[in-house]
């Protein structure tokens, strides 16, 4: 078969996009950025600026229809895989191992020397095909989801562990970059912008209409009280999604469930080309 690859046509990035809803788990699918409403149109701005772009969308075409894609972030140190997929009919072409040699032989001219990449857990065939191309795992981040506001049984089972604010005077805060997360949701569906408390400076994010989305490093929740009750004071009605390195996480705070689980996989560039299957 006769596959060129080559950078996605804007007129694609639509069907890229279903391609990518095609294999997700519509929980999963929902808490990220892809299920967002104006993920497609975002991917366009992104790269108005051609080569240039941060964002590079890589297409495989047999003739003129796209059978698969590739969207890779550079970034100052690596090359990052955000999204690799393939039309379910081509799979076992090898179109997936030609989009990932397209990514590398692309980071070695530009002179990156790491790839990186996430993959759900449950994803066992992706995460042994990386495994088998030179990839090795970094670390895993657990996927929680919750609600903002605790039941009273709840705050008793915590309160002796986690510091709760006495006062409103220890709510004060002050949010960051806010108009312009306004202005981004409403034409993405999703924003960013960041909470400053007298705990901590905190980026939050946004996901449609649906959660709040934050990175927690590993042993930082048990303080974030204070940050979900600004939380609580924007939006009662979102919930929590936390990513964090943290596998005890649940035990600290009894509104979290498990809802998925990645895995950080990298790869260091040697000089001698690969070819994959």
Known sequence: MNVQFRPLLEEDIYHACRLLRS???????????????????????????GSHSTTLLIGAYSGDHLIGFAEWRRMEQMLVLNNLNVDAAYRKDGIGGQL??????????????????????????AHAWYLRIGFAEEGRTYWYEGDLVQSQDATEEVKDDITLPESNDELDYIIDDYPMAEAHHIKYGFSSFRIRTKQKTSVVGRLGDQYFRIQVPSGEWDGCYHLTDVLIDLDPTRKMLLLSPDVYLREKDPRLTLSSESIRMIKILENQEVMYE
């Open 23 to 49: 294999y997700l788990p519509e929980q999963v699918y929902k808490q990220t950025i892809f299920a967002c409403t104006g993920y497609a149109a975002y991917l366009q701005a992104a790269c108005k600026c």
């Open 100 to 125: 990932m040699a397209y990514g590398e032989e692309l980071a070695r001219k530009e002179g990156i020397k790491m790839l990186a990449l996430d993959v759900f857990s449950w994803n066992e065939q």
